[in-house]
């Protein structure tokens, strides 16, 4: 058995999302337990013990830095089991690779499941658990191997049979994404100017994650990372025997440090290199005219991947909706949701303005662009869509 190798302190949002489904009572929780060798999940001979989602992060050898995902069961049709039900089925937006689990005669409910998988290019390793105990395990793994066209493997939490093949085949299934945040906007030995404002959402005595992970790729790549806040940007600036040729700001001041910036120095923020980073830049860039057209009549979604508590001049929930109204009308109206709630419906919006979703995965991101395709609706980020409300997204790079 493949020792478990400590979590280490790579963001949530980073890791790749592996989701266990299956019908209630079908070893999801004990199977997780296996792969990760640790008692992570509540193990219950009780159907729809597991009622939420329940996520671990850790790394596995062959694989790296993962978050498991072990889901409510399949099949309970109560009125809480359809609730369990769609909770489940909203954890699809955000997973990578997906171990099915059959556990019995009657598939009917995992293939529509792999149906769901297939549409949004989820990669599927299929399982027939229990295996030890199963009765007819042969013929249920013949009719598995005809609905997704892979041989399943047969596991045992108990007994460990198939665990370590399982390891590898999701190791196999992997495909980890090497773009970076600043790709083709800099390069070794280039003077990266941030600009960091420090307002009331900044953790105290610690910048926050973008901030974080910029920098650190920035150094990673060999850069001259120079920081700085937006009163301090002239002295910053004047210290340098040269124009940087690239300077990352917060998007809350863009127009600020776009009329100090160097004529020479490359322009863009944090948010643009996460919404190109996580999700379709193309996209968000292209929606962003749509500003040009609303009227105060116009309703506008925000959705803020955060789910901190507003304080004063919150970017999400304040500052962008003050630009908008400035802009548009203060009639316009603008709903904002956090975390992981995203309307089903979105048909009723002209516009759908998204955060930089630093705590987001792409495949979650992605989801979202992809919903607001199907239903015509057109999607931004923050901080394109504040490039384009103070007009200078023109100037900025991304």
């Not at 198939?162 to 299934?173: D, F, P, T």
């Not at 005595?205 to 850069?223: F, N, W």
């Amino acid at each position: 058995m493949a020792d478990v190798v400590k979590e280490s302190q790579t963001p949530r949002a980073e890791r790749l999302h592996i989701g266990l489904f299956g019908r209630c009572n079908s070893g999801k929780s004990s199977l997780l337990n296996a792969i990760t060798g640790q008692e992570v999940a509540i193990v219950s001979e009780m159907a729809g013990t597991t009622t939420d989602p329940v996520s671990k992060a850790m790394e596995l050898p062959d694989m790296g830095a993962v978050v498991f995902v072990d889901t409510a069961g399949l099949g309970d049709s109560t009125l809480l089991g359809q609730e369990r039900t769609s909770r489940t089925l909203k954890t699809l937006n955000g997973i990578d690779i997906a171990v099915v689990l059959f556990s019995d005669s009657d598939t009917s409910l995992e293939e529509s499941l792999i149906k769901m998988l297939r549409r949004r290019e989820i990669k599927v390793v299929p399982v027939v658990s229990r295996c030890d105990i199963l009765p007819n395990v042969a013929e249920l793994m013949s009719r598995v191997t005809d609905i997704v066209g892979t041989k399943p493997l047969g596991v045992s939490a108990v007994t460990g049979e198939g665990i370590e093949e399982l390891r590898s085949a999701i190791a196999s299934a992997v495909e980890r994404d090497e773009r970076l945040l600043t790709e083709g906007l800099c390069r070794e030995g280039d003077t990266v100017l941030l600009v960091m404002p420090q307002d009331k959402q900044a953790p105290v005595g610690r910048l926050i994650k973008p901030q974080v992970q910029t920098l650190r790729e920035l150094l990673d790549r060999g850069c001259n990372a120079v920081c700085c806040t937006l009163e301090s940007m002239p002295s910053a600036l004047s210290a340098l025997s040269a124009p940087p040729q690239l300077i990352i700001t917060d998007s809350q001041v863009f127009d600020a440090v776009n009329k100090l910036k160097p004529e020479p120095s490359r322009l863009t923020s944090f948010s643009v290199l996460f919404a190109r980073y996580k999700g379709d830049i193309e996209e968000f860039v292209k929606a962003a005219n749509v500003l040009r057209e609303l009227t105060p009549s116009s309703r506008v979604l925000i959705a803020e991947a955060c789910t901190h508590i507003p304080q004063t001049e919150d970017i999400g929930r304040v500052k962008l909706p003050r630009m908008l109204r400035r802009k548009i009308g203060e009639e316009l109206t603008i709903d904002i949701v956090g975390g992981k709630e995203f309307p089903d419906d979105l048909s009723r919006y002209d516009l759908v303005i998204h955060c930089g979703a630093c705590m987001f995965n792409r495949k979650l991101v992605m989801s979202r662009v992809a919903q607001a395709r199907e239903q015509s609706v057109p999607i931004t980020n923050y901080g394109v869509a504040i490039a384009a409300l103070t007009e200078i997204l023109d100037k900025v790079v991304y």
